[in-house]
C-alpha cells in the first residue's frame, strides 16, 4: 500500500514540476539509479548525430552511444559479435553473411532487420567522406531478416573494422529512408537509434542528453542510467569544469599543463585512450608549387626541422614521435624508413643540389605557411619553423585563417605551399591512409583529398594491393614498402602524433578502454554515487 | 541640444575693446576644464608611448621572447609577462596601440565623411533629395551594427582595410541624422536666403558658409565616433574577426580568449589600455562639446 | 479612425519593403563573397569528393540562378519556412526559437534593471547638479562607457572563476540539473544570469543615467517647469510629474535602438560567457558559413528593429500626451 502512495505522490510532485522554463520535465526520484549519471565533457561540437554521413570524433562519440554497429572490436583488435550474431566470410573473400541478433530493437520498437543493415551500409557507402570503407560493396542482399550478406568487388581486409563502432551506424531505413538525402535528413539531429542509449535532447553546440533504453539487447547493459555531452566554447572553462567536478569525463587533454592540472585532481584517472584513431599530425607540400617541386627541397626543410625539440620542449613531452603516414599504433606500421633527424649541414646541401641559392640577403626561398586553424600548438610551431628555417635560408611567411572554411577552402584549391595538418588513420589504413597518397584521389576543391598533388606509380600499385591482400604478412610487406617510399619523397613532413589523453573523475568506474576509447559504447561503466 | 552661432563673419568691434576669436575662447573654456584637460594629458601619453614606444623597446610582438605563460612583475626581461606563445606582452602593447587607433581614427573619417555628405545633402536641398537619402538612411539604420559588421569582414577576407570600411559603413547613420538635423536649420537662415537670392551656388554655400557653423556638433560628434570606432575594432578582434597578421589590442584579448583563467595578464593588460584610450577621447570629447557649446554649462 | 488604419498599413508596407531590402543585400552579399558553400558543407562532414559536393548542391538547391534562389527564399520565408542550416540538419526557424529566449532574457534584464536605475540616478542627480551623487554620476557614466565590454566581462570571468568561484561563469544552466524543472530551474538560470547581466547593465548604466541627468538638467531649467514651481507645486511633483516625463524621450528613443540592436548587442557578452544566445549562434553561422542560419538571425534582427520602432512611437505618444492627437 505505501509503494502505490509513495509513487502516487512522486508522479504528482513530478507534474507539479512539471511547470519549466526551460528543460523537460522529469521523474527523477523515481527511478533508482543503476549506474550513475556520466557528464562527459568536450570541445568538439557535432554538426548532428547521424554518423553514417559524417566523420569525425565529434559525431562518433555520441553516435556511439546511440547506434549499435554489427561488431565491438574488443582490446586487442579482435571482433566480438554485438548486433552481428555472427559472421561469415565466404571463401573468396568477396562476400561476407552477417547473421543478426532477433531480439533488437530501434529506439521506437521497431526491429532491427538485415533491411536496415543493407539499407545503412549503402548510405555510408554513397554518402560517407570515407569513401574507401564501404566502396568495393557492390551490393547487399537479404537472406532472410536476420541474414545480410555483402557482396564484394574484391577482397577487402578492412571491412570488419569497418563494420565496429560507429563508423558503421545501424539507422533505422524506416526513419532515414524516406527519399530525402539523408546528407541533409532532418532526423539527423532527432535520430531513432538502435544503440545502448536513446537521445533525449540535443541542442547543437550546448548538450546532449542520452539515457538507457531499456529494450537494449543486452540484458544488464548498458549500466549507465544518464549521458549528458556538455559542450565547452573554449579549453580553458573544460579544464576550469573537470577540476570543480562538474563534469565527469574530460575528452581531450591537448596539453602538457591541462595534463598537469588534471593529475592534480584527487583520484582522476588518466588514460591515454583510443589508439585506433591513429592521428598524424605533419607538415605537408603542395608538390604542384614550383618551389617544391623538387624532392630535394622538401627534404632539405623536413631535415632542419628539430623533431626532438618540437617533442621535448614544444609540446612538453606529451606525445610521440611520427615517422610514416601510419601511425605507430598500427600492426602495419614499419620503422624502416628514412627518420630525418635534425641535420642542417645536409639540408643546406641538398638545397645546393637543387640549385636552390642564397641570394643577396642570404635568403634562398621565401615560402608561406599556413596552419588549421584552432590549434595553439600549430601556432606555437609555425612560429618555431619560421625561426628554424631560416638557418638554411628559407623565410617563411607565416598565415592564419580565421576559421576552418578559410583553411580548408585555401588548401583545396591548392593556393598554398605548406600547411600543417592533422589527418586521421582510423583503424584500418584503407580508410584514413589510402586517401592522402593515392594519385587517384588528386581533387581539386576538396579537402583532405591528395592536396599535395603527390604522385608516385608504385606507391598506387602498392595502395591498391594492400587494400585487398587478406594475408597480413604480405599486407604488412606491401605497407611497408610503401611506408619506406612515402617517406622518401617527402610530399609532407612527419612531425607527430598527438595522444588523446581522457581524464576521468575518481567515481567513474569501469572507463572505456578499448581500442576506440570514449568512441565506443560506454556500456560497462558506472558512476559511484 | 541647443546651439549658438558663430558667424563666420566677426562684427568690427568698438575701438579699444580686445575681439577674442571663437577658436581662442573655446580654447579658454577648455583649458578650464579638468576632466577635459586630464583626458588631454592622457590621450597624449598614450599617443606617445604608441609613436616612440616600440622603437625605444625593440621587441617584436609576434616573437617568440620567453616560455609561455610567464607571469607579470616576475621577470627582469618580461615585465608583463608573456602569454601563451610566449610573445611578449608589453611589446604588445606599444604597438598595439598603433593599429587600435589608426582604425579607429580611419573609420571615423569614413563614418563622418559618408554621414555629412548624406546628411548635409538632405538637409540642404530637402524635397526628393531628402526623402530618398533618407530613406537610405533608415535602410543601412535597420542593419543589426556588429553583426552585419561581422558578416562583411568574414566574407570579405579581415583585412584592416576591410575592418575600416565595414566598421564605417554600419556607423554612419547616427552622423546623417546629426548633419541633416544642422544643415536644414542653417539653411533657412537669413544671410544665408541672403546669399542663395544673390545667386551663390549651392556647393559654394554648403561649403563655406554653413559647414563652418555646422562643425561644432559635428565635431564633439566625431569624438565620440573615434572612441565608439576604437572599441568596435576591438570587439571584431575578440572574435577574432580582424586582420589576424596585425597586432592590436583587441587582437590580443582575442588571441588569449581561450586562457583567460590561466593567464588574466593577457587580457586584462591590453583590455586596460583599450579603456584608458576610449576614456581619454571620450573626457576630450566631452569638454570640446562644452567648449563649443557655451551655453550648456550646467554643471 | 480610418486616416490611422492608412497610416499604420503604410508603415507596415514601409517596414515589409525595408525587410526585403536588408535579406536582398544579405543575399547578394553572402553569394558575392568568395568560397563555396557546397564546398564548406562537405569540408564540415570529414571530406568528399565531387559527386558528393554535386549532390549537396542539388540538395540545398544552390545549383539554381541566384535570383531563382532568393525568390524562392522570400517565398518560404513568407510562410515560416527559413530553410535548413548548413551547419546542423535542423531547420534555421526551429534554431533561432530556441535562441530566442535566453537573449531575450538577458538583454531585457539588462535593460530593464539599467533604464530604472541609471533614470532614478540621473533624475536625483539632476537635482543637486554639483554634489557628490552628481559627480559619481559623471565618473560612472565616462567609466562605464570607456569599458569594452567583453573585457568587463572577463574581469568578472576572472574574479568568480579564479579569485572567488561562487558565480557559474558559463552557460545558462548546470547539465546536471537537466530535466529538473520548477524553482529549482527558475534558481538555475538565475544564478547563471548575474554575471553576463551585470556586465551588460553596467554598459547601459552608464548611457541612461547620463543621458537622464541631462535631460532632466535642459528640462527643469525650462520655462514649463518655472511655471510649475511659480504655481507652489513641490519639487516632488515637479520633478516627477512634469520634468521627468517630457525627460524621459532621449531615454525611450535610446532604449528604443538599443532593444532593436538586440542580437549585435549580446554578442559579446554572449560569447565571453558562453550564453546560449542568438549572439553566439550568429557568430557560429558567421564563421562556419551557415548561410540559412546568418539570413535567418538577420531578418529576424531586421523585424527587431522595426518592433522597436513602432513600441518606441507608441511610447511616445504616450509619455507625450500633446503628440496623441496625431
Known amino acids: 500500500m505505501a509503494n502505490i502512495d509513495r509513487r502516487h505522490v512522486l508522479k504528482a510532485g513530478a507534474a507539479f514540476s512539471g511547470a519549466t522554463i526551460f528543460g523537460i520535465p522529469f521523474d527523477v526520484a523515481a527511478q533508482a539509479a543503476k549506474g550513475g549519471v556520466l557528464v562527459i565533457g568536450s570541445t568538439q561540437a557535432p554538426r548532428h548525430l547521424n554518423a553514417a554521413v559524417q566523420s569525425g570524433v565529434a559525431t562518433m562519440m555520441p553516435a556511439a552511444q546511440l547506434f549499435a554497429s554489427p561488431i ?135 548538450h546532449i542528453v542520452m539515457e538507457r533504453f531499456d529494450r537494449f539487447f543486452l540484458k544488464d547493459q548498458p549500466r549507465l542510467d544518464r549521458i549528458i555531452v556538455r559542450i565547452f566554447k573554449d579549453p580553458g ?59 630535394r627541397v622538401r627534404q632539405a626543410i ?86 628554424a628555417l631560416t638557418k638554411i635560408g628559407v623565410e617563411l611567411n607565416v598565415r592564419l585563417s580565421p576559421d576552418f572554411p578559410s583553411w580548408a577552402r585555401r588548401i583545396a584549391s591548392l593556393q598554398f605551399d605548406m600547411t600543417l595538418d592533422s589527418v586521421y588513420n582510423w583503424g584500418d589504413p584503407v580508410i584514413g591512409v589510402h586517401r592522402t597518397w593515392l594519385s587517384s584521389n588528386i581533387k581539386p576543391g576538396v579537402i583532405w583529398s591528395n592536396t599535395q598533388s603527390y604522385s608516385n606509380p608504385k606507391v598506387d600499385e602498392w595502395l591498391a594491393a594492400a587494400g585487398q591482400e587478406m594475408n597480413l604478412t604480405k599486407r604488412k610487406d606491401l605497407y611497408r614498402q610503401m611506408q619506406k617510399a612515402v617517406v622518401d619523397d617527402c610530399p609532407v613532413a612527419f612531425l607527430y602524433e598527438p595522444a588523446f589523453y581522457e581524464a576521468y573523475q575518481g567515481k567513474v568506474a569501469n572507463p572505456p578502454g578499448g581500442i576506440w576509447g570514449l568512441n565506443d559504447p560506454v556500456n560497462e561503466s558506472t558512476v559511484k554515487a | 541640444m541647443m546651439q549658438t552661432q558663430h558667424p563666420t563673419v566677426t562684427p568690427a568691434a568698438p575701438p579699444g575693446v580686445q575681439v577674442i576669436s571663437p577658436l581662442r575662447e573655446a580654447w579658454r573654456v577648455f583649458r578650464g576644464n ?14 606617445l608611448l604608441m609613436v616612440v614606444g616600440p622603437g625605444l623597446y625593440g621587441v617584436n610582438a609576434f616573437d617568440i621572447a620567453g616560455a609561455p605563460f610567464t607571469e607579470p612583475f616576475v621577470q627582469q626581461q618580461l615585465w608583463l609577462g608573456t602569454d601563451y606563445l610566449g610573445r611578449d606582452i608589453l611589446a604588445g602593447m606599444l604597438i598595439g596601440g598603433r ?108 561649403l563655406r558658409e554653413i559647414l563652418p557653423n555646422a562643425l561644432p556638433p559635428l565635431i564633439v560628434s566625431a569624438t565620440l565616433i573615434i572612441g565608439v570606432a576604437i572599441l568596435f575594432e576591438a570587439g571584431l578582434s575578440f572574435l577574432g574577426l580582424s586582420d589576424p597578421n596585425v597586432m592590436s589590442w583587441g587582437y590580443m584579448i582575442g588571441a588569449n580568449r581561450r586562457n583567460i583563467l590561466e593567464c588574466w595578464w593577457a587580457v586584462s593588460f591590453p583590455g586596460a589600455a583599450i579603456f584608458l584610450t576610449v576614456l581619454s577621447v571620450s573626457l576630450v570629447g566631452d569638454g570640446l562639446n562644452d567648449a563649443l557649446n557655451p551655453k550648456l554649462h550646467l554643471r | 479612425m480610418i486616416q490611422l488604419l492608412v497610416a499604420v498599413i503604410r508603415r507596415l508596407a514601409w517596414a515589409a519593403g525595408l525587410v526585403v531590402a536588408v535579406l536582398a543585400i544579405n543575399f547578394v552579399l553572402i553569394h558575392a563573397a568568395p568560397g563555396d558553400p557546397a564546398s564548406v558543407i562537405a569540408g564540415e562532414m570529414g571530406g568528399g569528393d565531387t559527386t558528393v559536393i554535386e549532390s549537396i548542391k542539388r540538395a540545398y538547391g544552390l545549383d539554381r540562378p541566384l535570383h531563382e534562389q532568393f525568390v524562392t527564399y522570400i517565398g518560404k520565408s513568407l510562410r515560416g519556412d527559413l530553410g535548413q542550416s548548413y551547419t546542423y540538419s535542423k531547420p534555421v526557424s526551429e534554431l533561432i526559437l530556441d535562441r530566442i529566449g535566453p537573449t531575450i532574457l538577458l538583454v531585457l534584464t539588462a535593460l530593464i534593471f539599467a533604464i530604472f536605475a541609471g533614470t532614478l540616478l540621473g533624475v536625483f542627480a539632476s537635482r543637486k547638479p554639483r554634489s557628490l551623487l552628481s559627480g559619481a554620476v559623471t565618473v560612472l557614466s565616462l567609466v562605464g562607457y570607456a569599458m569594452p565590454v567583453f573585457w568587463t566581462g572577463i574581469l568578472l570571468v576572472i574574479l568568480f572563476g579564479k579569485v572567488w568561484p561562487i558565480m557559474p561563469i558559463a552557460g545558462m544552466r548546470d547539465v546536471r540539473q537537466f530535466g529538473v524543472g520548477g524553482w529549482s530551474a527558475v534558481v538555475d538560470v538565475l544564478h547563471h544570469l548575474v554575471l553576463p547581466a551585470i556586465t551588460l547593465t553596467i554598459i547601459y548604466l552608464a548611457q541612461y543615467s547620463r543621458l537622464a ?43 528604443g535602438l538599443q532593444f532593436g540592436n538586440l542580437i549585435s548587442g549580446a554578442v559579446l557578452v554572449e560569447t565571453v560567457f558562453s550564453w546560449p544566445g542568438l549572439g553566439t549562434l550568429a557568430l557560429d553561422a558567421i564563421l562556419g558559413r551557415d548561410y540559412p542560419t546568418l539570413l535567418g538571425i538577420l531578418t529576424f534582427s531586421s523585424l527587431l528593429v522595426i518592433l522597436a520602432n513602432l513600441l518606441t512611437d507608441l511610447s511616445y505618444r504616450w509619455i507625450d500626451p500633446r503628440l496623441r492627437g496625431k
Open chain 1, 72 to 206: 565491438r572490436m574488443d582490446k586487442n583488435w579482435k571482433p566480438q559479435p554485438y548486433l552481428a550474431e555472427r559472421w561469415v566470410l565466404s571463401p573468396d573473400n568477396r562476400s561476407i553473411q552477417l547473421v543478426l541478433r532477433k531480439d533488437a530493437v530501434f529506439h521506437d520498437g521497431r526491429p532491427i532487420t538485415a533491411e536496415d543493415v543493407k539499407f545503412s551500409i549503402e548510405t555510408i557507402r554513397d554518402n560517407h567522406p570515407f569513401k574507401t570503407m564501404y566502396g568495393p560493396v557492390n551490393a547487399v542482399t537479404i537472406d532472410n531478416p536476420q541474414t545480410a550478406v555483402i557482396r564484394l568487388a574484391e577482397p577487402h581486409p578492412a571491412v570488419l573494422l569497418a563494420m565496429s563502432t560507429s563508423l558503421t551506424p545501424i539507422i533505422p531505413k524506416h526513419i532515414f529512408g524516406d527519399g530525402t538525402d539523408v546528407k541533409i535528413h532532418p532526423r539527423n539531429s532527432n535520430p531513432v537509434g538502435s544503440g545502448p542509449f536513446r537521445l533525449v535532447e540535443f541542442k547543437p553546440g550546448e
Open chain 1, 237 to 295: 572553462s573544460l579544464l576550469l569544469a573537470f577540476e570543480r567536478g562538474e563534469v565527469d569525463v574530460h575528452q581531450a587533454l591537448t596539453d602538457p599543463r591541462e595534463l598537469a592540472r588534471v593529475r592534480k585532481v584527487p583520484a582522476a584517472q588518466v588514460v591515454k585512450a583510443a589508439p585506433a584513431i591513429g592521428p598524424v599530425n605533419w607538415l605537408a607540400f603542395n608538390t604542384k608549387s614550383p618551389k617544391l617541386a623538387d624532392k
Open chain 1, 302 to 387: 623536413n631535415f632542419a626541422i628539430d623533431k626532438q625539440y618540437l617533442l621535448k620542449t614544444l609540446l612538453g613531452d606529451m606525445h610521440s614521435r611520427a615517422t610514416g603516414p601510419i601511425a605507430s599504433g598500427s600492426p602495419y606500421f614499419s620503422a624502416d624508413v628514412e627518420k630525418y633527424e635534425l641535420d642542417l649541414a645536409r639540408a643546406n646541401k641538398l638545397l645546393d643540389e637543387a640549385g636552390v641559392k642564397p641570394g643577396g640577403n642570404g635568403v634562398r626561398l621565401t615560402l608561406d605557411i599556413d596552419a588549421i586553424p584552432g590549434s595553439a600548438d600549430f601556432k606555437a610551431m609555425q612560429e618555431y619553423l619560421k625561426q
Open chain 2, 34 to 47: 579638468k576632466a577635459a584637460m586630464l583626458g588631454l594629458v592622457l590621450l597624449s601619453c598614450i599617443m
Open chain 2, 99 to 206: 593599429a587600435t587607433v589608426m582604425v579607429g581614427l580611419a573609420a571615423a573619417c569614413i563614418t563622418v565623411s559618408i554621414g555629412v555628405t548624406v546628411g548635409s545633402l538632405a538637409g540642404y536641398f530637402g524635397g526628393w533629395v531628402d526623402t530618398l537619402l533618407s530613406r537610405l538612411t533608415e535602410l543601412f539604420q535597420v542593419l543589426p551594427t556588429l553583426l552585419f559588421a561581422m558578416v562583411l569582414v568574414t566574407l570579405f577576407q579581415p583585412s584592416l582595410g576591410v575592418v575600416v570600411m565595414a566598421i564605417g559603413l554600419v556607423s554612419w547613420t547616427g552622423t546623417a541624422r546629426l548633419a541633416r538635423a544642422e544643415f536644414m536649420r542653417l539653411r533657412h537662415l537669413e544671410y544665408v536666403s541672403a546669399a542663395r537670392a544673390m545667386g551663390a551656388r549651392h556647393l559654394r554655400l554648403m
Open chain 3, 213 to 255: 541627468r541631462a535631460s532632466m538638467l535642459e528640462v527643469l531649467g525650462s520655462d514649463y517647469i518655472r511655471t510649475a514651481r511659480a504655481k507652489g507645486l513641490s519639487e516632488w511633483v515637479v520633478t516627477f510629474k512634469h520634468a521627468l516625463r517630457n525627460a524621459l524621450m532621449p531615454v525611450v528613443t535610446i532604449a
